[in-house]
């Protein structure tokens, strides 16, 4: 059994950043001792800023986003065009391709994927929301930017399916991510080059 070799509020700093995407024991021992030697210029304001964003932090009710405003700062903003709605698995993804600067529509954070397995069903997912903002009129295109997995596929043709069902008086279009995003592959982790193609080289479903 390994010995300890600080005192319980470091461990527990230890173990909290060990679980941290990308992270592991080893790397959280690291940053750990990276903040603790720049204790105030970095471990008490990020700490600080770790309280402010929990204190404040808000589920956008339209999107899904996650902001400190709600609606969202992207809902909010009036430049977007209303007409196209961007739908994508996670928040991750929505800050890949707001990275990649090519969308001026608005998103719809689904919240995962599909995966029986997990024993995700379409009722964990903001599918229901999605549909109601479809049906309001003012939406003209979908854009299922889901990753390219097996899950992600099968999440936005259920997704399709459902929006075929929406009574509109005209036609919706339901586009899809096109080439540039490689099978298996996951939106947070392409570049931006990456991204910007697979939005201008989108294919009516």
Known sequence: MAK???????????QLLSRLPGLGPRS????????????????????QALANAADKLIEC???GNIDTTTPCTIC??????GSLIVVVEE??????????????????VLGGHLSPLDGVGPERLNIASLLTRAA????????LALNATVEGQSTAHYVM?????????EPLVVSRLAQGVPVGGELDYLDEGTLAAAIK?????
């Open 4 to 14: 300890k070799t600080a005192g319980p509020e470091i461990e527990r700093l230890i």
């Open 28 to 47: 959280g021992r690291k940053a750990a001792l990276a903040l603790l030697k720049r204790r105030q210029d970095l471990l008490v304001p990020l700490a």
């Open 61 to 63: 009710p339209t999107c």
């Open 76 to 81: 909010q903003d009036q430049r977007r065009d």
């Open 91 to 108: 928040i991750g993804d929505l800050w890949a391709l707001e990275r990649a600067g090519v969308i001026n529509g608005r998103y719809h």
């Open 136 to 143: 309001s009129g003012e939406v003209k295109e979908i854009l």
């Open 161 to 169: 399916e459902q929006l075929e069902a929406v009574t509109l008086a």
């Open 201 to 205: 080289s989108r294919r009516k479903i």
